[in-house]
């Protein structure tokens, strides 16, 4: 699938799942069947943990359709790295969104500020350097702290030595940024 075709196809089952019209798409026995015997997932989603943006349901998408990498504040580490480079690599998925999202907890945590315990602290760590781009700028710093942290994963993504970088250099793959209103079921491309 082309990558252009690849978004059309997220945007369509957003359009459908927004209008209470979704077709739950491969969903059968049968697509159970003819995934078991391997994948090749159109589009990979970074995205928020959070239980209220499940990808394959805000997308209308079924089974083996998205390679879905999901962390609190849909921060990306060395392991999601890897897991974006083998979806690429050997599943020949060309289409990565990294989907933030409204109300996002780890991102209110960060803006709030104070102890954060545990390993908790490597996720405010993660999405600091987005608030603080977004302190300046007007509107609501939440969301505006979401959208920046999209906007740094994507530049993470982007610029990851050797494998990521070169293959968008040469236009094999595409990494978007995009934004989910959780209270209207929108994806935004940002």
Same mark, same amino acid.
């Given at each position: 699938?082309?990558?252009?075709?690849?978004?059309?196809?997220?945007?369509?089952?957003?359009?459908?799942?927004?209008?209470?019209?979704?077709?739950?798409?491969?969903?059968?026995?049968?697509?159970?069947?003819?995934?078991?015997?391997?994948?090749?997932?159109?589009?990979? &989603?970074?995205?928020? #943990?959070?239980?209220?943006?499940?990808?394959?349901?805000?997308?209308?998408?079924?089974?083996?359709?998205?390679?879905?990498?999901?962390?609190?504040?849909?921060?990306?580490?060395?392991?999601?790295?890897?897991? &974006?480079?083998?979806?690429?690599?050997?599943?020949?998925?060309?289409?990565?969104?990294?989907?933030?999202?409204?109300?996002?907890?780890?991102?209110?945590?960060?803006?709030?500020?104070?102890?954060?315990?545990?390993?908790?602290?490597?996720?405010?760590?993660?999405?600091?350097?987005?608030?603080?781009?977004?302190? $300046?700028? #007007?509107?609501?710093? &939440?969301?505006?702290?979401?959208?920046? $942290?999209?906007?740094?994963?994507? $530049?993470?993504? #982007?610029? #990851?030595?050797?494998?990521?970088?070169?293959? &968008?250099?040469?236009?094999?793959?595409?990494?978007?940024?995009?934004?989910?209103?959780?209270?209207?079921?929108?994806?935004?491309?940002?």
């Amino acid at each position: 699938m082309k990558i252009d075709d690849a978004m059309q196809k997220l945007i369509e089952g957003n359009k459908r799942f927004t209008a209470s019209g979704p077709i739950h798409p491969n969903q059968t026995t049968d697509r159970r069947a003819e995934v078991s015997k391997g994948q090749k997932p159109f589009a990979i &989603i970074v995205g928020c #943990s959070d239980s209220r943006i499940p990808p394959e349901i805000i997308f209308d998408q079924g089974l083996g359709d998205l390679f879905v990498i999901r962390v609190a504040g849909n921060i990306v580490d060395d392991v999601a790295l890897g897991s &974006i480079e083998y979806a690429v690599g050997h599943l020949g998925t060309e289409l990565v969104v990294v989907l933030g999202h409204g109300k996002c907890g780890a991102v209110s945590a960060t803006v709030q500020g104070g102890e954060a315990h545990g390993h908790i602290g490597c996720i405010v760590n993660a999405i600091a350097p987005a608030v603080e781009k977004a302190k $300046n700028q #007007s509107g609501d710093l &939440i969301d505006n702290a979401i959208k920046a $942290n999209v906007e740094l994963v994507v $530049n993470r993504i #982007s610029n #990851s030595k050797p494998i990521l970088s070169e293959l &968008i250099e040469n236009k094999k793959i595409k990494i978007a940024g995009a934004y989910y209103n959780i209270e209207t079921g929108i994806v935004e491309i940002i």
